[in-house]
């Protein structure tokens, strides 16, 4: 059975940071590439983030580069999403996906930069 494990996410100032997790289990996680998502309301969900599976390549949209950061650890099947400088535009659930033989989606997880 797939599951995700997300956590990090809450309330942070603006130019603060943020660390997301998000812990897998129930498929060979080292075989699949991870994409960071978010879903802002009344908006379609958009990429942030992608790593490949067994390499450090990495990925970015204009609008976080720079400020965003995409790692993992296959030892623990985990992937993150370091988040400095946040804007209230970055305001939105956070989804982990994994794409591979399948594709898996994470639950979610909110992020809310405000004063």
């Known amino acids: 059975q797939v599951q995700f494990v997300e956590s990090g996410g809450g309330l942070v100032q603006p130019g603060g940071s943020l660390t997301l997790s998000c812990a897998a289990s129930?498929?060979?996680?080292?075989?699949?590439?991870m994409t960071w998502y978010r879903q802002a309301p009344g908006q379609e969900r958009e990429w942030v983030a992608w790593?490949?599976?067994?390499?450090?390549?990495?990925d970015y949209p204009d609008s976080v580069k720079g400020r965003f950061t995409i790692s993992r650890d296959n030892a623990k099947n985990t992937t993150y999403l370091q988040m400095n400088n946040l804007k209230p535009e970055d305001t939105a659930v956070y989804y982990c996906?994994?794409?591979?033989?399948?594709?898996?989606w994470g639950r979610g997880i909110q992020v809310t930069v405000s004063s």
């Open positions: 129930g498929f060979t996680f080292s075989t699949y590439t």
């Open positions: 996906k994994a794409a591979g033989d399948m594709t898996y």
């Open positions: 790593i490949a599976a067994t390499d450090t390549s990495t």
